[in-house]
């Protein structure tokens, strides 16, 4: 037998005889998630709640997308590349400060809004007639439900008002910042507003509430 052969085979015996097993745990998805990146721009996404995004906007088919909370703009642009390529809207993507990626600014279906969601007007979203919401701003509970009053009524039956990151109780992030978070604010939103459900297809689709959205898929009914 060559020496090559013999390697080989010793590497593929290794390979099968040693524990290839998949290993990772919430805190290590958590750091990763904050080095994600798309197209280049930072995106601060779970890879499990990437995918469920591209689902739900191949499903909602949006012409209007609002997300509260762009940071760098990654999100904003994987969310119109999304629509561009299915051939449906746009994104109103708004901050309180602006330090967007070059590609965002390109980008012809995005739009910057600065001074926080509190100065957006709603004006900004006439015309549009199927419209989703993604809340993943400051994920302090009384922002979160100010900002849920504010825009869930835009929402089109069947389409989604989605609150970010309720896996903060998970993490032991101090949930004194957030005054409670967005997992308690998805909790009172579903149980005094009977026009959204929770939507458990999405929240427990790669298992239950493996995403870092928990209780977060608000769908309009
Ligand atoms: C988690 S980051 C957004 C990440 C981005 N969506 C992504 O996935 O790459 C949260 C952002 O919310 C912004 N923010 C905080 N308060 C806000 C407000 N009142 N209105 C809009 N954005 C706000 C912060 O400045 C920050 O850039």
């Not at 762009?70 to 109103?92: P, Q, W």
């Amino acid at each position: 037998m060559s020496l090559l052969k013999k390697v080989f085979n010793q590497f593929r015996s290794a390979n099968v005889n040693s524990d290839i097993v998949f290993q990772t745990n919430l805190k290590l998805i958590e750091k990763a998630h904050h080095q994600t990146s798309y197209r280049g721009v930072t995106m601060v996404k779970c890879p499990f709640d990437l995918v469920l995004y591209q689902m739900i906007i191949s499903e909602v088919c949006p012409d209007l997308i609002i997300e509260i909370g762009t940071k760098k703009g990654g999100s904003a642009l994987y969310f119109a590349d999304l629509l561009r390529n299915i051939g449906c809207g746009e994104v109103h993507t708004i901050d309180i400060e602006q330090a967007v990626d070059e590609k965002v600014l390109k980008a012809k279906n995005i739009t910057l809004f600065e001074g926080g969601w509190q100065n957006y007007l709603l004006e900004n979203c006439q015309g549009f007639k199927r419209i989703m919401v993604i809340d993943d701003g400051s994920h302090v509970y009384d922002e979160v439900l100010a900002a849920f009053e504010k825009f869930n009524k835009l929402v089109s039956v069947g389409s989604y008002y989605i609150i970010e990151d309720g896996i903060i109780d998970q993490l032991n992030i101090k949930k004194a910042w957030y005054n409670g978070g967005p997992l308690k604010a998805s909790l009172d939103i579903l149980d005094k507003e009977p026009s959204f459900v929770f939507d458990k297809k999405y929240n427990d689709f790669f298992g239950p509430n493996a995403t870092f959205n928990p209780l977060g898929y608000l769908k309009k009914v």
